[in-house]
Structure formats: C-alpha cells, structure tokens
C-alpha cells in the first residue's frame, strides 16, 4: 500500500466545483491583486477567528516580519523564540536587524520551556514569538504572564495551528497579534504562497495592512516605506471555498491521531505525541519520537511505500545560518537530543482507517525487528 505525507489530490478532488468556480471567479472579475475577493475572506477569517482584523498577506513568513516591524523592533533589539521551528520564525527577527534568542522545548510538548524564558530576558528584548507547533498550543497564558511582567509584546507564530484551542480560546489571539500560513500543505492551504496576521488592535492593524502594500493607506498616499506582500485574489478565493471546512478537516485530523496512538501506546521505543490536558491539538503533523533508529526506521517505512519527514532535522540553533553564534548542544538539550529523534507520520483528514493501520502495523514489525537484531 502507498501512504503519500500529504495528500492534496484527493481534497482537491472532493472540492473540485467550488474551487474552480472560485478561481473561475476571480478571472472572470480581473480581482488578482487585493479587491473583494481579498476582502470577503479577510472579513470570513476575522468572524470565524473571533478577532477584530484579518490582514491578508503574501506569506507566512511576511505576516511574522510585517508584525515585528509595525511593533518598531529593529537593530539593536533582542526577541524570544523557540528553538524547534521552521527558520521563519528566527529569520524574520534577524531581517528586522533585530537578535532571536533562542529558548529550549518542552520535553512533552515540543513547545517553548516556558520556565526558560526569564532567563533571556535582557534590557534590550522587546517581544517573544511562541510557535504552536505540530498544531498544538504552547503554554500560552504562562508566556503571556512572563510578558506582561516584563513589558513584552507576544507575537504567536500560528502557521500550523488553524483554530486549536488553549483553555477554550483560539490560538493567535492571546498576544498582540497571531500570524498564519496558508501554504499549500498547512491545514488551511491555498493554492499558493497566502498568509494572514489577526489582530484586536486597531492601530497594529492599520499599520501592517498599509505597510504590506507599500506604506500606503490609500493609493498614492505612502506615509512611510512599506514592502510588497498583498494576498492574491485567486489564493483569497481558494481560502474563502476551504474555510467552511476546517473544522472537520481538523476533526478528522484528531480521529486519525487518536487512532495512531491507540495503535502506538504499547510499542516500544515509540513515543506517540500527548495532548497538553486543558488545549486541542490540530494536528498540522503527528510526530512520535523513537528512542534508537529513528533513520533505520525511516528507511523501513519508506521500503513499505509509507513517506514521512522530519520537522525539523535540525534545531534552529545548530542550523548553519547561526553558526556564528557558536551555539552548543548543552544550551538546548531537549532540541538537541529529539533532532535525531522526532519523525512525521503521514496526517491529513482524507486518511482511512486502513492507511492508519498499515503505517501503525509497520512500525509495529520494524521494532520487533530492530531490537531482536540488537539482542542479538
Ligand atoms: C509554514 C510556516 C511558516 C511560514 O509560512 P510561509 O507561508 O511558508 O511563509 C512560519 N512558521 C511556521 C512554524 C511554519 O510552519
């Protein structure tokens, strides 16, 4: 049997007039750049959201820069991150010419240790960027306190955490803004490169909207320098037929997770990811963590036509881009040891019963097999 990571065929194929009428749509109207098609979904996802301002972007990685900067974080600057995430949550930081600093993960969760972040704070930081990985929540409200202790703005990268909750209350909307992804493959996707930044706050929200389309607040009107990172009419339309299913998309991503791990509790060696008891999980990926042969593993799988992938291979401290910052692995223990550890299941709501079982019976045999062969 084939277990592709991702499956974006068989959703598109079950969508398939509403999307094409959509794109259709947006051609026929000439709407590319911007324009109602842009708006309409603006206004969809700040109703479904829950907040004030839905500011469509480029990107996701944009969303993250575009907050940073309308906050005045620049040059001389320092902001907490995560050290397990995609490189847009620290590159962003750096391309403001501000500092990340990095704080370990959770050894349960894969979020940031909140109990570490204290200890960065210096005179010069200004914000902390929790991510809600793998779709599920960081310990928001404990971030929040250090933050208003400190006087930090939060800012929550949301890429892979579309409508997971903390203690009832969506991710993206505790700190001053909450951005989104809507890459293909997130659990939101369009048809393209698309992202969005949530706000309840006016001003921030003016702010970003008029420096994404180049400091202007009307045409021709620049008050200040902006850069180019406007959502696309078709991507909008996309997103605007996708979002009345979410939420059972992310039902189904649950089923599929609680099936994996009902079917992975009792293997050993295997670690399936647990749900933090007062939050839901998305379940953007399902990552279980191996003791031994993670790469062993890997291989067998793929052997079975099952893909996975590894989110992420290595910690963002130990990426080459911060070589300069001479980071040792003693610094993020937890991020360090699970590198070699953590590995992707294929996770999409079009999954069957029968697909579970199958990537679940593998793993099933590849243990028995590895640690009869290490006995030996
Ligand atoms: C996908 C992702 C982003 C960036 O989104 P793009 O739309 O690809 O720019 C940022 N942060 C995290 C955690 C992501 O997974």
Redesign the pocket.
Known sequence: MNVPFVDLETQYDRLRPEIDDAIQCVIDDTAFVRGPYVSDFEEEYADAYGVDHCIGVA???DAIYIVLRMLGIGPGDEVITVAN??I??SETIGQTGAKPVFVDIEPDYYNIAVDQIAEKITEDTKAIIP?H?FGQAAEIDAVMEIASAHDLYVIE?T??AHFAEYDGQHVGTFGIAGTF?F?PG?NLGAYG?A?AIVTNHDELARRCRMFSDHGASEKHDHEIEGINSRLDGIQAAVLSAKLPHILEWNRRRNENARQYTELLRDVPGITPPPVRPNASHVFHLYVIRVDEGRDDLQDFLENRGISTSIHYPKALPFLKAYEHRNHKPSEFPVAHDYQDRILSLPMYPEMNEEMIKYVASSIRKWTEQFYTKERR
């Open positions: 990107n996701g990685t995430s995609w847009s949550t991510v990985l990268d890429a892979q992804s890459y997130k490169d992202g």
